[in-house]
């Protein structure tokens, strides 16, 4: 179900978006791809699931709000496989709902409309913030 | 990075207070709003407003379309004419577009790319389409014009802006335009002709999620932009409010006695009479007896003018000191120049500033022709008188009854019902000798003379005299 409208090209998708709305999507990828990202798409969260299995993006950016497997959902299950447990999530909804995104694991919550600098600006933070961890967890073993 | 439950939407000031206070506070945040009136209503100039007093150099832009309605110079030269025009902002923090070209050649297809590409490159925070309406003029369907406004609608609403699609709709296009279902907020801006003058109104049809406030709300357009006069509606606190205890003299010698020891102070009375009964006379000696007492007072005319006015009432009362003088406000209305709601906005407006004690409003007849009808006068003047008990201030308002400009049956019944008290001037023949009398009709709440008294007159004023059978 994967929903890629931009090819990857030969950089590494660090960065998928996981979102119903084309126009969500495109924006999205629009000022990511503006501050250095790369973007990989899907359009429901089984969908997402799958490509994150396959890719390991760094983050996963998703709406609460999309079919088959709900953002989440999907939150929950990348948070209990070892393997796409170091994902960061970032729930970014229409749904007011920052409890129920930690509840569910996420690394961080934005409400929806889409400002461009509070996204990318939180995406920074949580690449520093998973950069550090990975850091820590290396130095540890 | 979890931000604490559901933030309130924010609000962007329109640049005029008093339409902020009547939206809630300002128009909401990352919302679609129509602007809908004829042509020459004052949309145009509304939105430009808006953009002015939002425009901030160095942060997001406003991004500014003209479509098909008037050419962009067009409307660049007349917006210079306001002063709430900064020509530092045109280009950075304000940018118009003419849209127009590109629409007639490409059809309203157009229009969604063009807008993705703004967002792109300026991330604009408010967008005005002017006009809206006229992009619908290029629609081939019914079926093209509902898909691509589902497509711009989707896209605005995706992204963190406030849109203003402005457009000389009807009533009738509410009904049928798809994009009055996809907005938020709808404002009308209409014009209604009242005699010789034209009378602008504004009134919120709709705004998500937010309260606002209901009603026609009259405006004039100057160079300063919109004046909006909100309608004066009775305040909350009505039911609630504690009446004052102590009595407000009147001023006339001889009255009071009759009255308990004055009107109870908070109270609105209605001094009815025919022309020369000397309803002014007594009028002013109100106000005078509030000055000596040392209360701010005020006092709305429609016939003298201020400078008329103070000599009347230095003939009566000799020349006033500058301390009697700083605490007396005079209004003067034309009533058939102005509406009635910027007379009562400008009334209420100095009672909460001067801290007004008394007030005096002579005549309603000429309230009456500032509003058009007794109907509409009578709207105004409780929820005004409302005003007045809650604030405790003590009003006076006078009457003609000849001509019965609105001494109906009907009418006198509704005065009498928003008035504590009501106080008839009369003119008799007795024994083939003619003269005023006065009588008390109604004193909520106290007992009083119900006897008819002559009303003797000299320099000084009116004063009772004894009582008449």
Not at chain 1, 42 to 58: S, T
Not at chain 2, 12 to 39: Q, V, Y
Not at chain 2, 156 to 171: F, P
Not at chain 2, 180 to 189: K, R, Y
């Amino acid at each position: 179900m994967a929903d890629d409208l931009e090819p990857a090209g030969e950089r590494k998708v660090i960065i998928l978006v996981v979102d119903r709305d084309p126009h969500v999507r495109e924006l999205e990828a629009h000022f990511l791809n503006q501050a250095g990202y790369s973007v990989g798409f899907a359009k429901d969260g089984d969908g997402a699931l799958e490509q994150a299995r396959k890719i390991v993006p760094e983050i996963i950016i998703t709406e609460i709000l999309v079919p088959v497997l709900d953002g989440l959902t999907l939150c929950r299950r990348l948070k209990a496989d070892p393997e796409t447990r170091d994902i960061a999530v970032l729930v970014f909804s229409i749904l007011s709902a920052a409890d129920r995104a930690r509840e569910a694991g996420a690394d961080a919550f934005l409400l929806k409309p889409l400002a461009e600098h509070t996204l990318v600006d939180t995406v920074r933070q949580l690449l520093e913030a998973r950069s550090a961890r990975i850091k820590r967890a290396q130095h540890v073993s | 990075m979890f931000p604490d439950g559901n933030p309130p939407a924010g609000r962007l000031p329109t640049g005029i207070r008093e339409l902020d206070e009547i939206l809630g506070g300002g128009i909401p945040e990352n919302s679609i709003n129509i602007i809908m009136g004829a042509p020459g209503s004052g949309k145009t100039t509304l939105a430009e407003e808006f953009i002015f007093a939002n425009a901030n150099n160095g942060k997001r832009p406003i991004l500014y379309l003209t479509t098909l309605s008037e050419p962009l110079d067009k409307v660049i030269r007349y917006l210079q004419h306001f002063r709430f025009f900064d020509s530092e902002k045109m280009g950075s923090a304000v940018q118009y577009e003419g849209f127009g070209t590109e629409l007639t050649a490409n059809g309203i297809g157009a229009l969604l790319p063009k807008l993705k590409d703004a967002i792109k490159t300026l991330a604009p925070k408010i967008i005005v389409i002017d006009s809206f309406k006229a992009i619908h003029d290029l629609s081939t369907s019914a079926q093209d014009m509902r898909l691509m406004l589902h497509e711009v609608a989707g896209l605005l609403a995706a992204y963190n802006t406030t849109v203003l699609l402005v457009g000389e709709y009807r009533h009738d296009d509410i009904a049928t335009y798809p994009e009055f279902a996809v907005s938020d907020g709808i404002i009308e801006l209409a014009r209604n002709s009242l005699g010789t003058r034209d009378e602008r109104y504004l009134r919120v049809f709709k705004l998500r999620g937010s309260a606002y406030q209901q009603g026609f709300h009259a405006f004039d357009i100057t160079d300063a932009g919109l004046q909006v006069y909100p309608r004066l509606v009775s305040p909350v606190e009505a039911a609630s409010y504690k009446r004052d205890v102590n009595r407000t003299p009147s001023g006339v010698p001889g009255l009071d006695p009759m009255l308990g020891g004055g009107f109870w102070t908070g109270t609105a009375t209605l001094l009815a009479g025919p022309t020369g009964s000397g309803k002014t006379t007594m009028a002013i000696q109100f106000i005078l007896e509030g000055l000596r007492r040392g209360e701010p007072c005020l006092l709305v005319n429609f016939q003298e003018n201020p400078t008329q006015l103070a000599y009347q009432l230095e003939q009566m009362a000799g020349k006033l000191d500058k301390d009697a003088r700083s605490r007396l406000e005079l209004q003067y209305y034309s009533a058939v120049e102005l509406s009635i709601d910027r007379i009562v906005v400008s009334i209420f407006r100095a009672l909460r500033r001067n801290g007004i004690r008394r007030v005096v409003i002579d005549a309603l007849g000429d309230l009456a022709t500032a509003a058009g009808d007794p109907t509409r006068m009578h709207g105004y003047l409780y929820a005004l008188v409302q005003h007045f008990v809650v604030m405790g201030v003590s009003s006076l308002l006078t009457l003609e009854t000849d001509p019965p400009i609105m001494a109906s049956h009907e009418s006198h019944g509704r005065l009498s019902h928003m008035t504590d008290n009501i106080v008839f001037l009369e003119i008799r023949s007795h024994d083939g000798i003619v003269g005023r009398t006065l009588r008390i009709a109604k004193a909520r709440g106290t007992a009083h003379d119900l006897q008819a008294r002559e009303l003797q007159i000299d320099g000084g004023g009116l004063r009772i005299g004894k009582a008449r059978g």
